[in-house]
Every structure is written in structure tokens, then in C-alpha cells.
């Protein structure tokens, strides 16, 4: 029922969408959220003024390069601008101005209305990752983002959600390799997972590090100043990038190996690369999720034989102190007859033999480890 509801409210939206005049930019009501419109043809950046619109239109009319549209965090009501311009499905455009989603790449029909290029559209979303480094036993190590990619025959829509993860630098490196970027959509589809899983590295060799530091604490001379609670973090923010990582090798496996327009077969074997090093990630994070629980355990280990040698220590001395307390209790008692009362070398004899019996009791339990 809730699924359906949702498709509801998508097709609503989708159908009774007003119409929104882009004819000229001053009158498009794109936003702040728009980070760049750029036009391609031939991998070479072209003049243009921004107008979404207006680039869509010389792509079309050339039959050549494509679009690239940039937005950050856009609302509903910005997003649908270019929603209806582009034709793309509601379920996507969803997804994508809510943000939260599961890495996923899923594959939708262009809407088919007159002047569109037909085919589909690629929805792929990635979660971003970086590190944060911990600045107290609360704070986050991992902090995570999302991309989501619209990719069309000739164009690439790309949302952006989180603080990080610009994709400024993967614009730049494409530029100033334009062979690449002349292989269409794709090739910033490859570029921004490249990207993506590039960070994740960073991280888990970043992550490596904090797991060495918590198993040289625990396993040091001062294995009680180690900290569970930091174990714990570690191992919750092990689980956020393991959600983050996990469901992202499946589809880019898919696109290296199925044909998915608008991925052609010159661009595959570049996700291949990318599937692999996301198969690593996943590796490593299994290897350092159950290093964790294994350092978890020997800290736990040590922490009860500590309590357990304390309470050795503990139950030694009462049992020394338990002689001279037997004694004197036994003295203390109010009897008229009781042995040596009134002797001179009483009192002297008595603790002569309290601290004689403690001695050995003593000397016995050092033997034996307890104290």
C-alpha cells in the first residue's frame, strides 16, 4: 500500500505539473541550486549562457555532444524545471530532490512528447563518503553525501546532496582530457563513479589506520586506558560506509557487462576498473568489521581478567585481615574463664601470633599470584 500511494502521488505530480517558461533565463526560476550548464561537442567545452533550454537546443539541432547540467541540493519546485524539460520519469525525480537513497542504478524511458530525442535515461545513485577524523569519542569519522546522475542520450543531469563530493575536479579533469569526454554521457557517468570510489579508498586506508591505533591500545601495557566506546564507533561508521559501498558493486558490474544505452561498449571496460576497486572496498571493510570485533573481544577478555585479579587481591587481604579480626573477636568476648587473661606476656603473645599466621598467609598468597 505505501508503494502505491507513492506512485500515485509521483503520477500526480508528473501530469498536473505546471507549465514553466524557460524561454529566457531571467524568467527560468532555477535557483541557487544550479551549479553549472555546460554544453560538449566533441569532448570541447562550448560557449554558452547558462540557459538550460537554450544548451538543450543546440545540442539537438547539431546532432552532436551533449548537456551538462549541475545542481546542488535543488527543491521540488526547482527540480521540476528540468524535469519537464528533460523528460525524466517521476519515480527519479523523487529520488532525487529527497535524497536518502540506496546506491542503485536503475533505467527509465525517456517521456516520449514531441521535439524529444528518444531512448532511455540511466537514474544511478552514489553515496559519497569522506573522513572526518574524530575530534571527540561522539563525533562522526565517516561523513557521507549522495550523487545522483541522470544520464541521457545528450545529457548529463548531476544532483548533489551533502557538503562534500564537489564534482568541480572531475569537471576539470575531463576537460582537459577531451578524447574522453567526447564519448558522450557515459563518460561523466564513469568519471563521477571513478571519483566516488577513489574516496572510498581514501577512507578505508584512512579507517585502517584508526583499527591499528585501537589494537596497539588494547593490546599495550596499558590495556585498560583502551577505549570500548571508540571500538563501538569504528564499527558503527564501518557499518555507515559499509551501506554506503556494499550495494554499489552489483550495478557496476552490470554496466561493464550488459548493455545498458546509454552506456556504449567503449565506455564498459572503464566500469570494470571501477567494479573492482569497489569489490576491494567491500573486502576491506569486511576485514576490518570483523578485526573490530575481535579487538572488541580481547578488550572485553582483558577487562574481566583485570576485574578478576582485583577481586583476588581483594578476597587476599580480607582473608589476612580475617587472623587478627578471628582473634581479637574471640578476646573480646565477655567470659569470666578464658586462658592466659591475666598473664604478664599474654597480650605480646597474641600479636606475635596474629602477625606470624598474616605472614604466612601473606607469603602464601604471593606464591600462589594473588597479590
Not at 574522453?180 to 568519471?191: D, I, N, R, S
Not at 559499509?242 to 550495494?247: D, L, S
Not at 597474641?350 to 604466612?360: H, N, P, Q, Y
Amino acid at each position: 500500500m505505501p508503494m502505491i500511494r507513492r506512485l500515485r502521488r509521483a503520477m500526480r505530480r508528473a501530469y498536473r505539473r505546471p507549465t514553466i517558461d524557460l524561454s529566457h533565463p531571467s524568467r527560468s526560476p532555477l535557483g541557487s541550486s544550479v551549479v553549472n550548464c555546460v554544453v560538449y561537442e566533441d569532448g570541447v567545452r562550448k560557449p554558452s549562457d547558462g540557459d538550460a533550454r537554450e544548451a538543450l537546443r543546440q545540442v539537438r539541432k547539431t546532432g552532436r555532444g551533449f548537456v551538462w547540467v549541475g545542481l546542488h541540493e535543488p527543491t521540488e519546485a526547482e527540480f521540476a524545471v528540468f524535469a519537464s524539460l528533460f523528460g525524466l520519469h517521476p519515480l527519479a525525480v523523487e529520488d532525487a530532490v529527497q535524497a536518502h537513497q540506496r546506491p542503485k542504478v536503475q533505467r527509465y524511458e525517456l517521456r516520449d512528447e514531441p521535439g524529444r530525442v528518444g531512448g532511455a535515461v540511466l537514474f544511478t545513485v552514489l553515496k559519497t563518503c569522506r573522513y572526518a577524523g574524530h575530534e571527540s569519542a561522539a563525533s562522526e569519522i565517516v561523513d557521507t553525501g549522495e550523487v545522483m546522475v541522470f544520464t541521457g542520450p545528450d545529457f548529463v543531469i548531476t544532483v548533489r546532496h551533502g557538503r562534500h563530493g564537489s564534482l568541480g575536479p572531475v569537471r576539470e579533469a575531463l576537460e582537459e582530457h577531451p578524447e574522453q569526454l567526447a564519448k558522450g554521457p557515459a563518460a561523466v557517468l564513469h568519471a563521477i563513479a571513478d571519483q566516488v570510489v577513489d574516496a572510498y579508498l581514501a577512507v578505508t586506508d584512512a579507517v585502517e589506520s584508526d583499527v591499528d591505533d585501537a589494537e596497539n591500545a588494547v593490546f599495550s601495557d596499558n590495556a585498560r586506558q583502551a577505549d570500548a566506546g571508540r571500538i563501538y564507533l569504528l564499527k558503527r561508521e564501518l557499518l555507515e560506509l559499509k551501506r554506503a559501498v556494499g550495494p554499489l558493486e552489483r550495478p557496476m558490474r552490470s554496466l561493464a557487462t550488459s548493455p545498458l544505452p546509454p552506456v556504449g561498449p567503449e565506455i564498459r571496460p572503464y566500469f570494470r576498473d571501477v567494479a573492482d576497486h569497489v569489490a576491494r572496498v567491500n573486502e576491506q571493510i569486511g576485514t576490518y568489521d570483523a578485526l573490530l570485533d575481535s579487538i572488541l573481544q580481547a578488550h572485553l577478555a582483558q577487562v574481566t581478567v583485570a576485574q578478576n585479579e582485583d577481586m583476588r587481591r581483594i578476597t587476599a587481604w580480607a582473608a589476612i585481615i580475617a587472623v587478627p579480626t578471628m582473634v581479637c573477636g574471640v578476646y573480646g568476648m565477655n567470659f569470666d574463664h578464658m586462658p592466659e587473661l591475666r598473664w604478664t606476656y599474654g597480650y605480646p603473645l597474641v600479636i606475635g601470633v596474629m602477625a606470624t599466621a598474616c605472614a604466612l598467609i601473606h607469603r602464601s598468597f604471593r606464591r600462589n599470584g594473588w597479590l
